[in-house]
């Protein structure tokens, strides 16, 4: 892929970003910040690659250590968010 | 653009199969679906699935098409990270939200750092080498803007959960000079990542250590009433360092999610600017809690009334509708299963029970709806201030707990008020207004006086927000 594919891509997310976000009620805005959390931690994709290269061990290290740190926020962001958006209940209905 | 063109087609990011670059694509639409889930609570857990499965889906793909090899140790880092997140999620409790984000802030950040310097050191696994042996320049960029952005997510999270943890003081620190030496740090980063792409492989390191510096000194003299548009910078921040990340190593699911991430910060921090009718700029120069508070305490000596939980209990009673305008306070006294009781008992005597939520009440974003929430009070109970503000005027109670600054009416009346233009819910239109406070002295982070409490429709309940309602429950209960 070249620079300005990516760019692309890029530019069309913010804009979806944008409208997706002004949609999320703001009773929702924790939940929302804990899920961004969980999500942006894809950046474990980066630390797959570098834990797997062989060549640098000292590349391979860190890699390994980013893996830990993102995790940590994948599972915690995604539990977190799991356990709030279980408590938001609707009035119950009286038979 | 033009180091762009020359891209060559080697690497092996290039060499990604169609099939890795689509999974990458699909686990960024699902996202998408995560956040579009969030526009109802209804919607809500289908789409927090949603993200876990694309992150299943990134992550599979990444180790099938690169990290087989080292599999088990990979598979030890996630298993460690995994049970630290999900355990520290279980045990975590609701008030201390804020500081879990800002904790997972700085993970991202450090993270991201990492990643940058991994590719840095070894630049030829992530498929950057150019011919000569050197890391493209476009590379270089985004790799010196990636590690910036991460480590000044870092080290502004951390200070940030410093602060909403009370580990530091949230009163503002500042710095003489401080804008000053700010923006030429800012300056000097961008001139570095800007040199350090044409040449001087060596300044990546100068980058990182200037970053983590910026990130400390942006947020030591952000007041700790300012804390939600903080939270949510930083929040947009870890995206835009993802984002960064994934120019570098041309991902799809990392630019989406970076993008989106991003903007859903931005947006945030928008919205908390502008319920406080401040400008992020100067949300960002910091110092405002101090700054007011160091003026001259305008302390009048005007007439106010106190009551007692058992008058409160015996208004509270004979009311028709009550609006109950929950604050910070009441998250520090952990007043809210309290609070849900006394609505639980004002319910069954018939009485009309509605919350009403000021977009920065609490320390973050949504802070009061998930407390709420915990403490079982139904979603459609609650309301957001441009929807029950017209309400105050037929309401017989407002019962302000834990709020202040928030029900100012000097924000709508007083131009020489710090707080002036900034939307407030306007409790004192109710007939009564019962305003649950530690005590008289004290007053809100703008520091200013809040005329509610010496109203005659006022009565002013002097106590620990939960004791208080607490002691009403049981007045309700005879």
Known sequence: MDFI???????LACFVGYYVVWSVTPALHTPLMAVTNAISSVIIVGALIAAAASGSPAAKWLGLAAVVLASVNIFGGFAV??????????????? | M???SSTPVVGHLAAAPAWAMLAYLVSGVLFILA???????????????FGMIGMLIAVITTIVTHSLANIAEIGIAIAIGGAIGYIVAQRIAMTAMPQLVAAFHSLVGLAAVLVGVAAYLNPEAFGILDTTGQIFKGSRIELGLGVAIGAITFSGSVIAFLKLNGNMSGAPILLPGRHILNLGVLAGILVLVAIFGRETPELFWAILILSFAIGFLLIIPIGGADMPVVVSMLNSYSGWAAAAMGFTLQNTAMIITGALVGSSGAILSYIMCKAMNRSFISVIAGGFGAEASAGPAAKTDRPWKRGSADDAAFILKNAEKVIIVPGYGMAVSQAQHTLREMGDVLKKEGVEVKYAIHPVAGRMPGHMNVLLAEANVPYDEVFELEDINSEFAQADVAFVIGANDVTNPAAQTDKSSPIYGMPVLEVWKAKTVLFVKRSMGGVGYAGVDNDVFYMDNTMM?????????????KGLAH
């Open chain 2, 461 to 473: 309940l002097l106590g620990d927000a939960k004791k208080m309602t607490d002691e009403i429950v």
């Open chain 2, 35 to 49: 956040l579009r889930g969030l526009s109802s609570p209804e919607s809500s857990r289908a789409g927090n699935r």
């Open chain 2, 2 to 4: 033009e180091h762009v």
């Open chain 1, 5 to 11: 594919a990516i760019l692309s891509i890029f530019v």
């Open chain 1, 81 to 95: 968010t799991e356990r709030m958006l279980a408590m938001y209940k609707k009035k119950e209905k009286k038979g």
